[in-house]
Protein backbone atom coordinates (compact mmCIF):
# COMPACT_ATOMS: atom_id res chain seq x y z
CA UNK A 1 0.00 0.00 0.00
CA UNK A 2 2.84 2.19 -0.58
CA UNK A 3 1.95 4.05 -3.03
CA UNK A 4 -1.30 4.88 -1.50
CA UNK A 5 0.62 6.80 1.97
CA UNK A 6 3.07 8.02 -0.87
CA UNK A 7 -0.42 10.16 -2.24
CA UNK A 8 -1.72 10.90 1.70
CA UNK A 9 1.71 12.22 1.82
CA UNK A 10 1.76 14.47 -1.08
CA UNK A 11 -1.75 15.71 -1.03
CA UNK A 12 -0.93 16.32 2.63
CA UNK A 13 2.65 18.50 1.70
CA UNK A 14 -0.11 20.68 -0.59
CA UNK A 15 -2.12 21.35 1.64
CA UNK A 16 -0.25 22.30 4.27
CA UNK A 17 1.95 24.52 2.05
CA UNK A 18 -0.92 26.24 0.60
CA UNK A 19 -1.82 26.81 4.21
CA UNK A 20 1.46 28.65 5.26
CA UNK A 21 0.47 30.81 2.34
CA UNK A 22 -3.18 31.50 2.80
CA UNK A 23 -2.90 31.74 6.67
CA UNK A 24 0.52 31.69 8.24
CA UNK A 25 -0.39 31.94 11.50
CA UNK A 26 -2.76 28.64 11.54
CA UNK A 27 -2.53 26.78 8.49
CA UNK A 28 -5.36 25.32 6.89
CA UNK A 29 -7.22 21.41 7.13
CA UNK A 30 -9.40 18.95 5.60
CA UNK A 31 -10.82 15.92 5.59
CA UNK A 32 -10.28 13.30 3.04
CA UNK A 33 -12.23 10.17 2.70
CA UNK A 34 -11.45 8.84 -0.76
CA UNK A 35 -11.98 4.92 -2.09
CA UNK A 36 -9.51 3.10 -5.15
CA UNK A 37 -11.79 0.00 -6.90
CA UNK A 38 -9.36 -2.46 -8.22
CA UNK A 39 -9.74 -6.17 -8.82
CA UNK A 40 -12.71 -6.93 -6.88
CA UNK A 41 -11.60 -4.85 -3.75
CA UNK A 42 -11.77 -1.69 -2.58
CA UNK A 43 -9.08 0.82 -1.03
CA UNK A 44 -9.77 3.52 1.43
CA UNK A 45 -8.06 6.38 2.55
CA UNK A 46 -9.41 7.89 4.98
CA UNK A 47 -8.07 11.16 7.57
CA UNK A 48 -10.41 13.07 9.58
CA UNK A 49 -14.22 13.22 10.32
CA UNK A 50 -15.96 12.26 6.75
CA UNK A 51 -17.72 8.99 6.94
CA UNK A 52 -17.72 5.85 4.26
CA UNK A 53 -20.61 3.44 5.00
CA UNK A 54 -21.39 0.35 3.35
CA UNK A 55 -24.65 -1.34 2.55
CA UNK A 56 -24.63 -4.60 2.14
CA UNK A 57 -27.52 -7.06 2.40
CA UNK A 58 -29.85 -4.38 4.42
CA UNK A 59 -27.41 -4.29 6.78
CA UNK A 60 -25.18 -0.77 7.41
CA UNK A 61 -21.58 -0.97 8.28
CA UNK A 62 -19.22 1.89 9.32
CA UNK A 63 -15.78 1.48 7.28
CA UNK A 64 -14.24 4.69 8.68
CA UNK A 65 -13.74 5.61 12.22
CA UNK A 66 -13.46 9.50 12.82
CA UNK A 67 -10.18 10.86 14.03
CA UNK A 68 -11.25 13.02 17.07
CA UNK A 69 -10.84 13.43 20.68
CA UNK A 70 -13.73 11.54 21.58
CA UNK A 71 -12.73 8.01 19.36
CA UNK A 72 -9.20 8.55 20.58
CA UNK A 73 -9.98 8.14 24.39
CA UNK A 74 -12.32 5.46 23.98
CA UNK A 75 -9.87 3.77 22.07
CA UNK A 76 -7.24 4.02 25.07
CA UNK A 77 -9.79 3.20 27.18
CA UNK A 78 -10.19 0.12 25.10
CA UNK A 79 -6.53 -0.50 25.65
CA UNK A 80 -6.47 -0.68 29.25
CA UNK A 81 -4.74 3.40 29.50
CA UNK A 82 -6.05 5.69 32.05
CA UNK A 83 -7.33 8.95 30.42
CA UNK A 84 -6.97 11.70 33.33
CA UNK A 85 -8.48 14.83 31.16
CA UNK A 86 -11.65 14.57 29.34
CA UNK A 87 -11.73 17.63 26.93
CA UNK A 88 -15.62 19.58 26.69
CA UNK A 89 -14.81 19.22 22.74
CA UNK A 90 -14.68 15.71 21.74
CA UNK A 91 -15.33 16.03 18.19
CA UNK A 92 -12.24 18.14 17.69
CA UNK A 93 -10.06 16.58 14.84
CA UNK A 94 -6.93 15.21 16.08
CA UNK A 95 -5.79 14.52 12.69
CA UNK A 96 -6.26 16.39 9.25
CA UNK A 97 -4.98 16.73 5.34
CA UNK A 98 -2.76 20.06 5.47
CA UNK A 99 -1.45 19.49 9.52
CA UNK A 100 2.41 19.62 9.33
CA UNK A 101 4.20 16.21 8.52
CA UNK A 102 4.39 13.06 9.02
CA UNK A 103 0.15 12.20 8.20
CA UNK A 104 -0.64 9.42 9.70
CA UNK A 105 -3.77 8.43 7.90
CA UNK A 106 -5.57 5.00 7.78
CA UNK A 107 -5.63 3.06 4.70
CA UNK A 108 -7.57 -0.45 4.31
CA UNK A 109 -8.38 -2.79 1.96
CA UNK A 110 -12.56 -4.21 1.45
CA UNK A 111 -12.93 -7.11 -0.45
CA UNK A 112 -16.42 -5.61 -2.70
CA UNK A 113 -19.21 -7.47 -3.75
CA UNK A 114 -22.01 -7.20 -6.69
CA UNK A 115 -25.14 -5.19 -5.15
CA UNK A 116 -23.42 -3.67 -2.52
CA UNK A 117 -23.29 0.49 -2.12
CA UNK A 118 -21.57 2.91 -1.14
CA UNK A 119 -21.83 5.93 0.49
CA UNK A 120 -19.03 8.51 1.33
CA UNK A 121 -20.10 12.02 3.17
CA UNK A 122 -18.65 14.59 5.68
CA UNK A 123 -20.11 14.99 8.86
CA UNK A 124 -22.94 17.37 7.69
CA UNK A 125 -24.32 14.25 6.49
CA UNK A 126 -22.97 12.48 10.11
CA UNK A 127 -24.25 15.19 12.36
CA UNK A 128 -27.64 15.92 11.23
CA UNK A 129 -29.05 12.17 10.32
CA UNK A 130 -29.27 9.31 12.70
CA UNK A 131 -27.18 6.59 11.41
CA UNK A 132 -30.27 4.08 11.74
CA UNK A 133 -32.15 6.43 8.73
CA UNK A 134 -28.71 6.51 6.77
CA UNK A 135 -29.01 2.83 6.44
CA UNK A 136 -33.10 3.19 5.39
CA UNK A 137 -31.75 5.48 2.96
CA UNK A 138 -29.70 3.87 1.56
CA UNK A 139 -31.36 0.56 1.09
CA UNK A 140 -34.20 2.36 -0.81
CA UNK A 141 -34.21 1.86 -4.33
CA UNK A 142 -33.07 5.34 -5.38
CA UNK A 143 -30.62 6.25 -8.41
CA UNK A 144 -27.65 7.48 -6.97
CA UNK A 145 -27.80 10.95 -7.90
CA UNK A 146 -31.32 11.32 -6.35
CA UNK A 147 -30.16 9.87 -3.25
CA UNK A 148 -27.09 12.39 -2.81
CA UNK A 149 -29.29 14.84 -3.31
CA UNK A 150 -31.64 13.77 -0.87
CA UNK A 151 -29.60 13.15 1.69
CA UNK A 152 -27.96 16.71 1.35
CA UNK A 153 -31.42 17.98 1.64
CA UNK A 154 -32.59 15.84 4.69
CA UNK A 155 -29.37 16.82 6.84
CA UNK A 156 -29.82 20.29 5.76
CA UNK A 157 -33.60 20.07 7.14
CA UNK A 158 -32.17 18.37 10.27
CA UNK A 159 -30.39 21.32 11.48
CA UNK A 160 -27.22 21.28 8.99
CA UNK A 161 -24.39 22.96 11.36
CA UNK A 162 -21.64 21.89 8.75
CA UNK A 163 -21.36 21.57 5.00
CA UNK A 164 -23.00 18.78 3.82
CA UNK A 165 -21.59 16.69 0.99
CA UNK A 166 -22.42 13.18 -0.37
CA UNK A 167 -21.42 10.81 -2.68
CA UNK A 168 -23.25 7.44 -3.56
CA UNK A 169 -21.77 4.20 -5.28
CA UNK A 170 -23.56 1.37 -7.07
CA UNK A 171 -21.52 -1.39 -7.30
CA UNK A 172 -23.01 -3.54 -11.19
CA UNK A 173 -20.84 -6.16 -12.46
CA UNK A 174 -17.87 -6.59 -11.04
Same mark, same amino acid.
Given at each position: MG??? $??? $?????????? =??? *???AHGIGSTLTATHFTGGRMVVLHVGDSSLFR????? *? $?ALTLDHNVGNEIRQRLARGETVDNFPRNRSALTRCIGQPPPLLGDITAQLVQVGDRYLLCSDGVTRA? !?? !??? =???? =?EQAEPADLCQHLVARANQGGGMDNATAVVIDLGLL
Amino acid at each position: MGDYQ $ACL $AEVNRVVHEL =GRT *LSPAHGIGSTLTATHFTGGRMVVLHVGDSSLFRWRDGK *L $AALTLDHNVGNEIRQRLARGETVDNFPRNRSALTRCIGQPPPLLGDITAQLVQVGDRYLLCSDGVTRAL !PL !PEI =GQLL =GEQAEPADLCQHLVARANQGGGMDNATAVVIDLGLL
